[in-house]
Structure formats: C-alpha cells, structure tokens
C-alpha cells in the first residue's frame, strides 16, 4: 500500500500521522516528491487499520499494489511517465529519442566532430563514456574529467543533450555539471549505494539492465532511484548473458513489451551492446521501436574499426544515418514521431 499525504501537509500533522502509524505497527518508507509525501507501507496491516489510515484527516488517497516495486509499478501512475529534460526534449513521450556516439571520449576533436555527425543524422543527444568500466584494468579507462568537458563543449555547439556513464558514486557532483542524463551501466545496476544517491537527485537516470538480471530485479533496482525521490528513471535494455557465442549479448526485446506493460517509466534499447555487432545493430533498432521502444542509445565511430572501446559494435556515421532514416519510418507506422 502506498499513503498519499494531503498535498502541503504541515510538518507537525505528519509527524503526528506517523507516530499513529507507528502505534499500530505500520512500517513506512517515506519519499519526499515535489510538494507531496508518500509513504510505502512495508510491512503487514489489518483491514481495520487500512480503514482508518483512509479515514485520517491527513491522508489525500491510498493505493493498493501487489508488486514489490511499487513506484515503479504500472498501477502507479497508469500514464507514462514522461521524462523532461531542459528545453523541450522528452523522453517517453510520442517522438522516438535517439541518443548516439562513440563508447568512449577519446579526444577533443573527436567528440567534437561525431557531435556534428550525430546533429546531422537527426539524433537529439550525444553519448560518450568518460568513465569506463572495463572488463580488464589495463584496457583505456576513459579521459575522466578532461572527456566530461569536451563532450560537454561539443554537445553544445550543435544544441545536442548529453548522456554519459558514472561508474563511482563519488563522481556524483563532478558528472552532473556536464550531463543531461547519468547513465548507470550493466555492471552496476545493483550498486544499491550508487542508486540512492542518484536517488536524491533530480536529474535523468538511465539505468542500463544487469546483463544478468530479471525483469524483476531490474525494476527493483529501479525502485531504489524513485524512491529518493527522483522520478526522472529511463529504463535500458542491453542484452544479457545467454548460451549464444555469436553474438556479445542477446538483446532481449520481450523486455521492451513486458517493461511496457508493467510499469510507466519509459525504455530505450541499446543495439549495440546489445548484439555487440555492428552489422546487427541497424536491423535491431527497427525492431527495438516497432516492439514499443521510446528510443535508442547507439555507439557510433568516425573511423569503427579505431574504436579506443567497443570497435566491434561502432557503426559509421553513414550507417548511423541510414538507421535513423529506417526508425523512423518504423516510428510512423508504429504512431510515433
Ligand atoms: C556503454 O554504454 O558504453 C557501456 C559500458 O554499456 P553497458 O553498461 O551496457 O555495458
Ligand atoms: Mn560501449
């Protein structure tokens, strides 16, 4: 069950709500949004109580959910959830958000350059890790600060918003002068610690999911970001661990229609990580939309095959171009823009 409190509620009417509720036994977690409080019931309550916390003057409304996520529960806000990022982008919404880019920054010139490519394709926000999560820790580990400002720098001269990794959650405050949107990887869709610090923002969260994670975790994990507080979560799917050596992942697209259907937060697929090649990543993304998708995040490369990261799944810009001409000719068909 969630309690809605009445909207503006003074603080000493709350207090005395909850020590009420504590009378009874009823365990909370509260979550603070805009000018309302929401409390989750965690533990068990009778139908008497259920009555009277209904009937309390401080309470606006309650809603019943059966799920283990319940703010990111479809039951929660039966619209979708539409994701503002400044100036009119929104996530979620009819238009179909394509974010591109190289995997890593790898110079001031590059990013420069592929933000340019990018605009020109008709994508709307720049990607580029600065911090990496490698596999191996010899492996290029992104330029760090420095990258954060050259794809910043680049994002805006061509009027583009920014998505870029953050892999430590003690590069909070550093990342978010220079992104639109944090980007939370596959590695670290279960850094509970990192998830409610993003938590207390209110900045776009992509969380990528766990390349071995359920759709049920996935949306648990989710969970710890809105309940902080943040509703701005932008689900990603990425492929996961399966039997195939063909391919890096396998992308999993009834992800796209059970996410739908079960909750209201918007999803974006990624292709690239998702197949790990780049000849499957066009095909892919028309499916990725036509399943329901609201966007895409694509690695695409000035020059694929000296990729500093990822090579194998960079797309040129040239194709970048000719996908982005087919999605949205799937978008149309779909009834999106
Ligand atoms: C990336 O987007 O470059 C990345 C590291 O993604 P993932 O977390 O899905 O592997
Ligand atoms: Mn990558």
Redesign the pocket.
């Known amino acids: 069950m969630i309690i809605f409190l009445k909207p503006n509620l003074p603080i000493k009417q709350e207090n005395e709500f909850r020590r009420f509720l504590a009378d009874k036994k009823v365990d909370v977690v509260p979550v603070v949004r805009r000018n309302q409080t929401l409390l989750v019931v965690t533990g068990r309550f009778s139908e008497s109580t259920k009555l009277e916390v209904k009937q309390h003057p401080a309470v606006a409304s309650v809603l019943e959910t059966d799920r283990s996520y319940k703010l990111a529960a479809k039951s929660f806000n039966k619209e979708s959830s539409k994701i503002k990022l400044n100036g009119h982008l929104e996530i979620g919404g009819k238009e179909i958000i394509l974010m591109a880019g190289p995997?890593?920054v790898e110079s001031k010139a590059q990013i420069a350059e592929s933000a340019k490519e990018i605009k020109s394709a008709g994508c709307q926000i720049l990607?580029g890790?600065a911090f990496?999560?490698r596999t191996g820790p010899y492996d290029f580990q992104g330029l760090g600060k420095i990258g954060l400002h050259f794809l910043k720098e680049a994002a805006k001269t061509h009027s583009l918003k920014v998505i870029t990794?953050i892999v430590d959650v003690r590069d909070i405050e550093l990342i978010e002068k220079y992104t639109d949107i944090f980007?939370?990887?596959?590695?670290?869709m279960q850094n509970y610690a990192l998830l409610r610090e993003l938590g207390k923002k209110r900045k776009p969260v992509l969380l990528?999911r766990g390349?071995w994670a359920t759709y049920k975790e996935f949306l648990l994990a989710a969970e710890y970001i809105l309940l902080g507080g943040n509703e701005n979560v932008i689900l990603?799917e990425?492929?996961i661990r399966t039997f195939v050596p063909e391919t890096r992942f396998t992308l999993d697209l009834s992800a796209v229609a059970y996410l739908k259907h079960e909750t209201h937060l918007p999803v974006i697929v990624?292709p690239?990580?998702g197949t790990g090649r780049a000849n499957l990543v066009r095909a892919m993304s028309r499916e990725a939309i036509a399943a329901g998708a609201d966007g895409l995040?694509i690695?695409a490369h000035l020059d694929p095959r000296k990729s500093f990261?990822?090579a194998d799944q960079a797309i040129s810009m040239q194709e970048l171009n000719k996908l982005v001409k087919e999605v949205k000719k799937v978008a149309r068909a779909v009834d999106r823009i």
């Open positions: 995997c890593s990607r890790g990496k999560p990794e980007q939370v990887g596959t590695r670290n990528k390349m990603c990425r492929g990624d690239s990580h995040l690695e990261s990822d």
